[in-house]
């Protein structure tokens, strides 16, 4: 384990074995998309384009160079550059030099003119979709641990970019995504699933099973704790409104008797308004159960009416509604 659940997802998703030549495309063309630079050079000898995929994870570097190789038979060069200035860790550069035009074109970084093109791949198929999302993961992705609130971005170099990943989601995996679009000093664009099970599926589908495992064991514990305290608060909620009501049931016995006398009661009236004297902390149902013969609760609840009725009809204090 790292210690960061997002380069966990990522070194997981480098170890998957390559997918078919259309797997390849799409996971590639996320990988350069949304962590490559293309740059363009030119003197007498003509335009020359260089390629190169930029990450702080050494296992995203690894695969984008083993996808490179794969599909077009290369070796790129791989550059480590050790932490300084505004980077806190070492980042991993991978980059095509030669054979550059020929993989910006594949991947459709460049139109037929050469001109740098935005958002996503048109008509990518599901398989693809998905393969993309796993790239794009890998290049920009963070998800929160398990534990804590459920988040999971990709950043995105565009707007359109951000609006293509979220429908990518929606499509694919039924969740809801969307994209945010945040302005100020920087511009910056976002796909954002705040969906736990959305999270889920995603990570399964592009092939995060263990990370799929563990969130879905942490989130199930987390969503257990919170669902015993809820019930927790709840029962002594609930414990507290029935000793309320007792204890406001036994002051209009007390109340009652003291100005009418107990031969003012009925029988059956009588024993219920004793058994809540010598029980004041039972519930209706429970002093049901202690009578002779047993009732149920809706008949000590009447009783009870009856007695209120009286305690209103002294004009002693208030009725209180019992529990």
């Not at 063309?29 to 995929?53: I, K």
């Not at 879905?216 to 414990?239: E, I, M, T, V």
Request: hydrophobic share 40%; aromatic share 2%; proline share 4%.
């Amino acid at each position: 384990m790292s210690g960061s659940f997002t380069e966990d997802v990522r070194q997981e998703l480098a170890r998957l074995p390559l997918g078919d030549d259309v797997g390849t495309r799409a996971e590639l063309t996320a990988l350069l998309r949304l962590a490559g630079t293309l740059t363009v050079s030119g003197g007498e000898e003509g335009m020359r384009r260089r390629l190169e995929v930029v990450t702080s994870s050494g296992a995203v570097a690894r695969r984008a160079f083993t996808l490179l190789q794969r599909r077009y038979g290369l070796r790129p060069q791989l550059l480590v550059r050790a932490p300084g200035g505004v980077h806190r860790r070492s980042t991993y550069g991978v980059r095509v030099e030669v054979g550059a035009d020929e993989v910006a074109r594949d991947l459709g970084l460049v139109d037929a003119e050469g001109r740098p093109r935005d958002g996503l791949p048109a008509d990518l198929s599901r398989a693809a979709a998905i393969a993309f999302l796993r790239g794009a993961l890998l290049a920009a992705g963070s998800v929160s641990d398990p534990g804590r609130e459920p988040h999971l971005e990709i950043t995105a170099r565009s707007e359109a970019t951000a609006r293509g990943l979220a429908g990518l989601v929606e499509r694919c995996l039924d969740g809801s995504a969307r994209a945010v679009i945040e302005t100020g000093g920087r511009e910056r664009h976002r796909m954002v699933v705040k969906s736990g099970a959305t999270i889920g599926d995603l990570l399964a589908a592009v092939g995060a099973t263990v990370a799929f495992l563990q969130w879905g064991d942490r989130r199930l514990r987390r969503q257990l704790r919170s669902d015993a305290n809820r019930l927790a608060n709840a029962d002594a909620a609930n414990l507290r409104r029935t000793i309320d009501a007792a204890g406001a049931q036994v002051r209009v016995v007390e109340e009652v008797v003291a100005a009418a006398g107990w031969d003012a009661l009925d029988e059956d009236v009588r024993v219920v308004a004793l058994a809540r004297l010598a029980n004041p902390g039972a519930t209706l149902q429970e002093l049901g159960q202690l009578l002779d013969p047993p009732v149920g609760k809706s008949a000590v609840h009447r009783r009870m009416r009856k007695l209120e009725s009286l305690h209103a009809e002294l004009g002693a204090s208030r009725p209180v509604g019992p529990r």
